[in-house]
């Protein structure tokens, strides 16, 4: 009767649940490691080239892999979102105010990508926090 308990004991555990997320994103244990790169050259490439290099490798590799789509999307979208402030600071830089705006842009495009490298090199779906959602 108690290896009856015991069983029944064992079999009534459940194995610890995963983390999910609300928007369905891509869990770690679910990248393969080649989207974690193609996600990760999306973030870096966004820095170096504007947004050339990210929509390069979006179009490119969007239909191999879910994550590489949504996070080519959010590199994509934050560098475009970095143009525009750009190009708004070099305007306002007539009056002065828009050298402290690319400043500003400058520092916060370097540390939201490295932000982003490193969780997509993690395989954790990376979203900026100040990004304009032109492509969705």
Not at 33 to 47: E, K, P, V, W
Not at 97 to 105: E, P, Q, R, S
Not at 107 to 120: G, H, N, P, S
Request: glycine share 8%.
């Amino acid at each position: 009767m108690d290896e009856n308990v015991e069983n029944q004991g064992q079999s009534a555990e459940t194995p610890p649940e995963q983390p999910s997320t609300a928007s369905g994103e891509a869990q770690p244990q679910d990248v393969s490691q080649n989207a974690r790169n193609m996600a990760l050259l999306c973030h870096l490439l966004g820095f170096f080239t504007c947004f050339i290099g990210p929509l390069i490798v979006w179009l490119i590799k969007k239909d191999d892999d879910p994550f590489i789509d949504q996070q080519g999307k959010e590199a994509l979208n934050f560098q475009i979102t970095v143009t525009i402030a750009s190009i708004a600071g070099g305007i306002l830089s007539v009056v002065c105010i828009g050298l402290l705006i690319l400043a500003a842009v400058g520092i916060l495009d370097i540390i939201f990508v490295i932000m982003a490298c490193v969780a997509t090199s993690k395989g954790e779906a990376y979203r900026y926090p100040v990004s304009i959602r032109l492509i969705k």
